[in-house]
């Protein structure tokens, strides 16, 4: 039975060849005829067998409900791209400052000995007037953003800080302002608004801009407030109107409130008339009218006023043709009288900050002169820039010199050489001579200082700098000698001498990254102060940009 049973495997296994074989035939004369190429074929053929073999192999069960829930898709709100609208400048840096002493007193007779309860016939001891070393830190920070939330919508805010990383002694030389504040430390927010601008398809609103927050307005005046703007920009005017509250560190005064405006109108396309007006304590008002004359010439003249009495009156002609190879500026000015505040127009408020109790410096205002400017600038060669200017000052009465006003005559000239590529040197030279203080009739009264101050200021500068892999590093090196001729009330000081070195290196590490270095070394006047010999800086910090 066994060899029947393998005759009839042996005889099926037969019969399945041929039928194979048969069919194998009429699929290939069938492909040879009509078909594309057999290898697209088969692969075509097998997928729809096996499809076949596995159609209803598996049982197929209803889709479970809690796991098939509808996905939401997930949209991104306004307020996610904010890095595309960021903008932040930051920079901070490291100053040390050492000073090395000659041994002698100060001009006050100071001298550098540890108190003590015996006279000492050399001077005052006191050893904190000579404070060798400080250091500080200082930052400044600037961010915001620009059309964010609403293209319409704009922000900006600056922080200052400062603060001494080492103790500063009453009556060091290195003393500064921030050593007035508690823990000598000071941050401060310099500026703090929102800009809200009109689109050009907003109608009568298109062209202006609502600033709100802390803020600075030029104008008349610089007006430092907390308060808003408002401007508007059309073709043949502009204007501007503002009001706040003034803001300072350093007082509490008594008036606060200010505000004014800025009116341009156009008068054709060369020519623009413009008002400015500011009010605090007292009123400014400036008027200015402007023309070019062509491409090259432009002229302008202005006049100002503070309260009812006016107080000068300027004219500039300005020439600057196209090639820009050279510029020439001539301006006169008259002072017509000294009813301002050519220092300081907050000078007149009351100070209730009981951290004041003194009166502030007082400069005074600067009395009737005419004054007499001329610069000009040409380039020789594509390497070679030369330039200078004059300044003349008259006072208009010889008996109101003081300390701070006088006649005067200045002279400057400068060149620009540019020896080899990427390499500039800077040269430069300063003349200032004084002249209603040159009397020699001695003063007959002890405050008396109409004839105090320098009478001669001579200098020289020269600076080299080089700049190396394609621009991103960059180092200078220069130095100065200055000499000055001085009086007081009873003696004249000639040829009191400064001299001084300065470098600075800088490296954008990346278009976002600098880095930079600078160092001076200064000897001071002696006669002003004997007891220093130099004093040198060394100033490293980092400057960063999103």
Same mark, same amino acid.
């Given at each position: 039975?066994?060899?029947?049973?393998?005759?009839?495997?042996?005889?099926?296994?037969?019969?399945?060849?041929?039928?194979?074989?048969?069919?194998?035939?009429?699929?290939?004369?069938?492909?040879?005829?009509?078909?594309?190429?057999?290898?697209?074929?088969?692969?075509?053929?097998?997928?729809?067998?096996?499809?076949?073999?596995?159609?209803?192999?598996?049982?197929?069960?209803?889709?479970?409900?809690?796991?098939?829930?509808?996905?939401?898709?997930?949209? %991104? &709100?306004?307020? +996610? /791209?904010?890095? #595309?609208?960021? $903008?932040?400048?930051?920079?901070?840096?490291? *100053?040390? =400052?050492? @000073?090395?002493?000659?041994?002698?007193?100060?001009?006050?007779?100071?001298?550098?000995?540890?108190?003590?309860?015996?006279?000492?016939?050399?001077?005052?001891?006191?050893?904190?007037?000579?404070?060798?070393?400080?250091?500080?830190?200082?930052?400044?920070?600037?961010?915001?953003? %620009? &059309?964010?939330? +609403? /293209?319409?919508? #704009?922000?900006? $805010?600056?922080?200052?800080?400062?603060?001494? *990383?080492? =103790?500063? @002694?009453?009556?060091?030389?290195?003393?500064?302002?921030?050593?007035?504040?508690?823990?000598?430390?000071?941050?401060?927010?310099?500026?703090?608004?929102?800009?809200?601008?009109?689109?050009?398809?907003?109608?009568?609103?298109?062209?202006?801009?609502?600033?709100?927050?802390?803020?600075?307005?030029?104008?008349?005046?610089?007006?430092?407030?907390?308060?808003?703007?408002?401007?508007?920009?059309?073709?043949?005017?502009?204007?501007?109107?503002?009001?706040?509250?003034?803001?300072?560190?350093?007082?509490?005064?008594?008036?606060?409130?200010?505000?004014?405006?800025?009116?341009?109108?156009?008068?054709?396309?060369?020519?623009?008339?413009?008002?400015?007006?500011?009010?605090?304590?007292?009123?400014?008002?400036?008027?200015?009218?402007?023309?070019?004359?062509?491409?090259?010439?432009?002229?302008?003249?202005?006049?100002?006023?503070?309260?009812?009495?006016?107080?000068?009156?300027?004219?500039?002609?300005?020439?600057?043709?196209?090639?820009?190879?050279?510029?020439?500026?001539?301006?006169?000015?008259?002072?017509?009288?000294?009813?301002?505040?050519?220092?300081?127009?907050?000078?007149?408020?009351?100070?209730?900050?009981?951290?004041?109790?003194?009166?502030?410096?007082?400069?005074?205002?600067?009395?009737?002169?005419?004054?007499?400017?001329?610069?000009?600038?040409?380039?020789?060669?594509?390497?070679?820039?030369?330039?200078?200017?004059?300044?003349?000052?008259?006072?208009?009465?010889?008996?109101?010199?003081?300390?701070?006003?006088?006649?005067?005559?200045?002279?400057?000239?400068?060149?620009?050489?540019?020896?080899?590529?990427?390499?500039?040197?800077?040269?430069?030279?300063?003349?200032?001579?004084?002249?209603?203080?040159?009397?020699?009739?001695?003063?007959?009264?002890?405050?008396?200082?109409?004839?105090?101050?320098?009478?001669?200021?001579?200098?020289?500068?020269?600076?080299?700098?080089?700049?190396?892999?394609?621009?991103?590093?960059?180092?200078?090196?220069?130095?100065?000698?200055?000499?000055?001729?001085?009086?007081?009330?009873?003696?004249?000081?000639?040829?009191?001498?400064?001299?001084?070195?300065?470098?600075?290196?800088?490296?954008?590490?990346?278009?976002?990254?600098?880095?930079?270095?600078?160092?001076?070394?200064?000897?001071?006047?002696?006669?002003?102060?004997?007891?220093?010999?130099?004093?040198?800086?060394?100033?490293?910090?980092?400057?960063?940009?999103?």
């Amino acid at each position: 039975m066994t060899k029947c049973f393998r005759a009839l495997l042996r005889q099926c296994a037969s019969g399945f060849a041929a039928l194979f074989f048969l069919a194998s035939g009429s699929a290939r004369t069938n492909a040879t005829q009509t078909d594309p190429p057999q290898e697209n074929k088969q692969g075509e053929d097998i997928g729809a067998a096996w499809d076949n073999l596995l159609k209803g192999a598996e049982p197929q069960s209803a889709p479970d409900l809690a796991l098939s829930a509808p996905q939401t898709s997930y949209e %991104r &709100g306004p307020a +996610s /791209d904010i890095l #595309n609208h960021f $903008f932040m400048d930051t920079r901070t840096e490291y *100053l040390r =400052t050492q @000073t090395y002493f000659t041994g002698l007193p100060t001009r006050t007779g100071v001298i550098n000995a540890p108190p003590s309860t015996v006279f000492n016939p050399a001077g005052i001891p006191y050893s904190p007037a000579f404070q060798s070393s400080t250091n500080e830190m200082y930052s400044f920070l600037n961010w915001g953003t %620009r &059309g964010w939330l +609403s /293209d319409r919508v #704009n922000s900006s $805010f600056s922080f200052s800080y400062g603060q001494d *990383l080492t =103790t500063v @002694t009453n009556a060091s030389p290195q003393l500064t302002i921030i050593n007035t504040f508690g823990s000598n430390r000071r941050l401060e927010l310099e500026s703090g608004y929102i800009d809200i601008n009109g689109r050009p398809t907003d109608g009568a609103l298109a062209g202006t801009s609502l600033r709100l927050g802390r803020q600075y307005v030029y104008g008349a005046e610089l007006a430092q407030m907390d308060g808003a703007a408002f401007t508007m920009d059309r073709p043949r005017y502009s204007w501007a109107i503002y009001a706040g509250r003034r803001f300072t560190y350093f007082s509490d005064p008594d008036q606060r409130a200010m505000g004014g405006g800025n009116f341009i109108l156009r008068l054709g396309e060369n020519s623009s008339v413009e008002y400015d007006t500011f009010y605090y304590i007292n009123g400014t008002n400036l008027f200015r009218y402007r023309r070019s004359f062509g491409r090259a010439w432009l002229f302008s003249a202005g006049f100002r006023m503070v309260g009812s009495s006016p107080t000068d009156f300027t004219a500039d002609a300005l020439w600057n043709p196209a090639n820009g190879k050279t510029s020439l500026r001539l301006s006169f000015g008259q002072k017509i009288t000294n009813k301002d505040y050519f220092y300081d127009y907050t000078f007149n408020a009351r100070d209730f900050d009981p951290h004041n109790p003194l009166l502030r410096l007082n400069l005074a205002a600067l009395h009737p002169h005419s004054q007499f400017v001329v610069d000009a600038s040409r380039a020789i060669t594509s390497k070679l820039r030369v330039g200078g200017s004059v300044w003349v000052r008259q006072l208009n009465d010889t008996k109101d010199t003081g300390p701070f006003d006088t006649s005067f005559q200045d002279y400057r000239a400068h060149a620009q050489i540019v020896p080899w590529n990427k390499a500039v040197v800077l040269f430069e030279y300063h003349l200032r001579n004084s002249q209603d203080r040159t009397s020699s009739v001695t003063p007959t009264l002890f405050d008396d200082l109409s004839t105090t101050g320098e009478t001669r200021v001579q200098d020289f500068s020269l600076e080299i700098g080089r700049s190396f892999l394609d621009g991103r590093l960059s180092l200078r090196a220069g130095g100065f000698d200055r000499e000055l001729n001085f009086r007081d009330q009873f003696t004249v000081i000639k040829s009191a001498r400064d001299k001084g070195v300065l470098g600075n290196g800088s490296f954008n590490l990346d278009s976002r990254t600098r880095f930079f270095l600078e160092y001076d070394l200064d000897t001071d006047y002696p006669v002003f102060r004997p007891d220093i010999q130099n004093s040198q800086t060394f100033r490293f910090g980092m400057a960063w940009r999103y």
